[in-house]
């Protein structure tokens, strides 16, 4: 079997993966992940018991129990460069044999679910609510750096290219499709299906000007009117087609649980974000257990 060499897989003297700082060990099967470290502790409130709490950089770590279901909640930081870093480790502890180096003949499935903040585009998607992103389409670069045509809906990306007259400067957008599996145990009447946007920074790329000026005046209007099989994009954040993207090249099940804290197209902002996300944290966590 091939041994994966140590300037590939780093692996601290106390026999943890080298940014997370966890072992195999430390990792539940179900997993929560969140961009920001503070909100870590908003979701482990509400485990019974606290069995795992490791932090290291941005890459703060509680293991616990709800209900008797073993539970990892884990902040990934902002980007899809942390979502490469944290996914691949997340992967190796499950499916990398640490002693010998190479990849376990069993490999070990994970569900991972995003509880993170987004921007609406669409007027007729209000601050507060929760969207699930059934698609989402990324802005940025990374999974061009892997073997990836098999798992992207290249239709959606070509459509959106042609009608957006995507400038050849720009990465190629990629379009992931999250796990049905999980889009059937997460949705009810409280949710609602989107397609989710995944920039590469918050300020341009979504065209906020504070004194840049963007390269594209009508980047927004292009994104809001945008269609491909009935569906359009619904909101912008910055994680979710990188997790889409590995979580299908990794065999792993992936869902990203939007709470709606800005309307962009009615300028609104929500009065009680803290309150929207505690809300999706609790109906999320209910739903898993």
Not at 130 to 141: H, K, L, P, Q
Request: hydrophobic share 35%; net charge negative.
């Amino acid at each position: 079997m091939h041994r994966i060499a140590e300037s590939e897989l780093i692996i601290n003297p106390d026999g943890s993966i080298y940014h997370l700082n966890l072992l195999p060990e430390d990792l539940a099967t179900t997993i929560i992940i969140v961009g920001d470290p503070d909100r870590v502790k908003m979701v482990s409130a509400y485990f019974d018991t606290i069995e795992i709490k490791k932090t290291k950089r941005e890459f703060v770590t509680h293991t616990g129990t709800l209900r008797g279901k073993r539970i990892t909640v884990l902040s990934t930081g902002i980007g899809t460069d942390n979502i490469d870093i944290v996914f691949n480790e997340l992967d190796a502890l499950v499916n990398v044999d640490f002693a010998s180096r190479t990849v376990k003949k069993e490999l070990t499935t994970l569900d991972i679910v995003r509880i993170g903040t987004s921007g609406s585009i669409q007027e007729n998607v209000p601050t507060d609510s929760f969207v699930i992103s059934e698609y989402a389409i990324g802005f940025d670069s990374l999974l061009h750096f892997y073997e990836c045509d098999h798992v992207l809906e290249t239709e959606f990306s070509e459509a959106f290219m042609k009608q957006t007259h995507w400038s050849p400067k720009k990465s190629e957008p990629y379009v992931v499709k999250g796990s049905q599996e999980l889009i059937d145990k997460l949705s009810s009447e409280q949710t609602m299906l989107g397609f989710t946007g995944t920039n590469v920074g918050f300020y341009g790329p979504q065209s906020r000007k504070i004194r840049l000026n963007v390269q594209d005046e009508d980047l927004n209007e292009k994104l809001a009117t945008f269609t491909h099989q009935d569906k359009k994009i619904t909101n912008l954040e910055m994680e979710t087609a990188g997790i889409y993207g590995l979580a299908n090249l990794l065999g792993h099940r992936s869902l990203s649980m939007n709470a709606i804290i800005a309307n962009r197209p009615l300028g609104e902002f929500s009065k009680a974000p803290k309150q929207t996300v505690d809300q999706l944290i609790q109906y999320t966590l209910e739903k898993l257990v």
